[in-house]
C-alpha cells in the first residue's frame, strides 16, 4: 500500500522538533547561533545520533539549536510555514503543532507576538496547499514548560488566542520529578474556560504522572501514554488462555475513551518502554490496540527521529503487520480526538474514509 498517499492525522508535532536542516543552517547565520555541523546532511546525521541516546534529557537537549534559531518573527513564521508545506506533501489533512513561547522570547518578542507569528506561518502555509490543489487544517497547542512557574500565564495566553489558531494547551519538557499538579492553578483556569488539554505522560514516568495528568490536568489526551502498559496486569489460566486485568487508572483511561499519542520511534529513542525491552517489537502500542485504547500514531519531532508520519506508519506495518483497516482506525481514532469542534471532526473523518476506500479501491 503507498502509506504517503493516504489522508493521515497529526496530533503530536513539536514544531521546534522539525525543523529543515537547511533552514536551521540559514537561520542559524541570521542570528549568529554557532551549530555543531555545517551543511544540511552533517547537521541531519547529529540530530540523529544524538537523538539515539535512549534518554529523554540528552533527547531534549538536542533542542538547544532548533529554539535558538526561532526566536524572530520572521524565524517562527518560516518554521510553521515550511512544517505545513511538509505535513501536506505526505498527506496529512490535519496537524497539531505543539511549542513553548516561552522559549523564544530572547530576542525581544512578547508572548503574544511569537503566537501571532507562529500564526501567520500556519495561515500562509495552508493558503499555498489550497492554492496547489490540496487541503490541510492545523492547529496550535501552546505548550508551558513543566519545570518552570509560568504554567497559569501560558494558559491565558492560549485562551487569549483561542479563536486565532491555538486549539489547546500542553506541558511539556522533563516529565519525572514534576507532576502536572505543579501548574494546578493554570489547569483549573483552563477548565473554568472550557479550553482543551494534552498532557505529556507515561513516558519518561509512570503511572502516577498519568494518573495527575488525568485528575490534576483534565487531559482529554495523553502526549506518549505508553507506559499505561504498567498499570495492566497479563497472567495464563490453566486452559493456557491469557487472562488481561486493567488497573484503575488504565482502566479509567480505556473506558473513557482518553486517545493516546503514541510515536513509535521517539518512543524508543528516550525509553519511554525500556523496561518491555529495546526494540520496535517490544512496544507496547500492538497491546494498547489490541485492548481496544484509543491509539494514535505520531512523529514528536520529525527532525530529531529522522521521521514522518508515513514512516512512522511504515514501521508499524513491517513490526506488528497491520493492513489498511488497521491505519484507518488509527487515523479515525485521531480524528476523532482532534481539538476541534464535532462537525470538523466529522469532516476530517469522512474524508479518511473516502481517501482510504479509494485507495483500497486502486489496490
Known amino acids: ?162 479563536n486565532e489558531g491555538v486549539v489547546g494547551f500542553d506541558i511539556a519538557g522533563a516529565e519525572k520529578g514534576f507532576l502536572p499538579s505543579r501548574h494546578k492553578v493554570a489547569f483549573d483556569y483552563l477548565a473554568s474556560e472550557l479550553f482543551p488539554v494534552t498532557v505529556h505522560a507515561g513516558e519518561a514516568d509512570g503511572i502516577e504522572s498519568i494518573k495527575d495528568a488525568i485528575v490534576s490536568g483534565r487531559a482529554l489526551r495523553l502526549g506518549h501514554g505508553v507506559r499505561l502498559v504498567e498499570d495492566i496486569m497479563f497472567s495464563r489460566t490453566e486452559g493456557d488462555t491469557d487472562l488481561v486485568v486493567l488497573g484503575p487508572v488504565a482502566q479509567w483511561v480505556h473506558d473513557r475513551g482518553i486517545a493516546l499519542e503514541t510515536s513509535p520511534s521517539s518512543n524508543l529513542q528516550t525509553g519511554a518502554f525500556a523496561e518491555l525491552g529495546d526494540t520496535m517489537a517490544d512496544h507496547p502500542f500492538d497491546i494498547l490496540y489490541d485492548l481496544g485504547f484509543k491509539v494514535t500514531v505520531n512523529t514528536d519531532n520529525r527532525l530529531m527521529s529522522g521521521t514522518n508520519l508515513t514512516k512512522e506508519l511504515e514501521i508499524l506495518v513491517d513490526t506488528f503487520g497491520y493492513s489498511i483497516a488497521d491505519l484507518e482506525q488509527f487515523q479515525l481514532n485521531a480524528a476523532e480526538a482532534a481539538f476541534q469542534g464535532l462537525p470538523e471532526r466529522e469532516e476530517l473523518m469522512e474524508m479518511i474514509e473516502i481517501g482510504f476506500q479509494e485507495a483500497m479501491g486502486a489496490s
Open 1 to 162: 500500500m503507498d502509506i504517503a498517499k493516504l489522508p493521515k492525522i497529526s496530533l503530536h508535532d513539536h514544531l521546534d522538533g522539525g525543523l529543515r536542516p537547511q533552514t536551521i543552517i540559514e537561520l542559524a547565520a541570521e542570528v549568529g547561533h554557532q551549530l555543531p555541523k555545517d551543511n544540511a546532511l552533517d547537521l541531519a546525521d547529529w540530530f540523529s545520533v544524538n537523538a539515539n541516546s535512549g534518554s529523554l534529557v540528552q533527547y531534549l537537549e538536542t533542542f538547544d539549536h532548533t529554539v535558538a534559531v526561532m526566536q524572530t518573527r520572521e524565524g517562527l513564521e518560516r518554521v510553521a510555514y515550511e512544517a505545513v508545506i511538509d505535513l501536506a506533501a505526505e498527506g496529512v489533512i490535519y496537524a497539531e503543532l505543539r511549542w513553548a513561547p516561552e522559549q523564544h522570547l530572547t530576542r525581544g518578542l512578547s508572548l503574544d507576538e511569537t503566537v501571532e507569528a507562529v500564526q501567520d506561518g500556519l495561515e500562509r502555509g495552508m493558503a499555498e496547499v489550497a492554492d496547489q490543489g490540496g487541503f490541510i487544517r492545523t492547529g496550535q497547542l501552546v505548550t508551558a514548560m513543566r519545570h518552570a512557574d509560568r504554567g497559569l500565564e501560558i494558559a491565558e495566553l492560549a485562551v487569549r488566542h483561542r
